[in-house]
């Protein structure tokens, strides 16, 4: 009926058949065994990695801004929102573990707190530097308000209200981050310029007691002088007379004065500047007979 060579071809399809029904049997196996190890954790790091690029690339840019010398307006909010999206992206990029897999459980919470450390470090450092920021504003604000009408107490309490608001819109929802230390700092740094500027004060009020003392001196020194010679000299009048004389169309001027009982008479040939503006005659022209300026003051 059949030849032996028909039967020994159709054991050979069967065992050929057989092979590849095993081959693909062990692969399945091992499949499966290689997604429940190390292949899980290489597609966890590979949405990890793409996510931590993204988020220091936005790191980076408040970096840059903070190191322009400019505050951050609330950077606490942008530190939760960079954290929080992130660990949204990798929830819902990465592989959800198989149900069971405690190994694959436990690699899947290790990444997503992994991911929030590492994105919370260089937040934290920018943090630092918007605090170091906001406490020179603090004294700034100090500084001037100490040269205001306002008290020394008013002017701490404001700059210290002005340092924990902005220092709070700048804190994260971390018990990690904290600017209490920060706080001390500042209220130390309050008080030496308070005592500073008290010293400043002291110094110049000294001096200004100093400067009126010598006035004082001088003008008793004077006074004497004055007194002295009156003795001298004997009663002086209290008048003092002056006069002054052009004569026209020349630079001869006579002028006479009469102070403190002593009389003074002075010949000049001087050009009168105002001669070509008012003419030969001058200002007084037509004031006094004869163009004679006279003045006179009372001592009392």
Known sequence: PYPLRYFTSKMMQIATLFSLLVSVSLLKSISCSTVSGGS???LCDSVFCRIIDDSTKEIATLKSTIDEGSCIPQFGQKADQICNTAIERFSQEAPLP???SKENEAIYDKKV???EKILDAPLHVVYLKQLS???EKSLKTFKQALTSEGTEFEAMMQADEFYRKEAADATRQNPEWSYAKEVQGLKASLLEIANRSRKVAEVRLQASKQSQQAMQYLQQQHQQLMAVQQQVSGATSPWNVGMAYRVPD???NLSCTYQQGRGNIQLSCVPDEA???LGPNGF???VTPGNVGVSFNINI
């Open 40 to 42: 899980y954790s290489s």
């Open 98 to 100: 198989d149900d069971g």
């Open 113 to 115: 707190e992994d991911l």
């Open 133 to 135: 920021l906001l406490r």
């Open 250 to 252: 020349s630079n001869i």
């Open 275 to 277: 001669a070509s503006l």
């Open 284 to 286: 007084v022209n037509g």
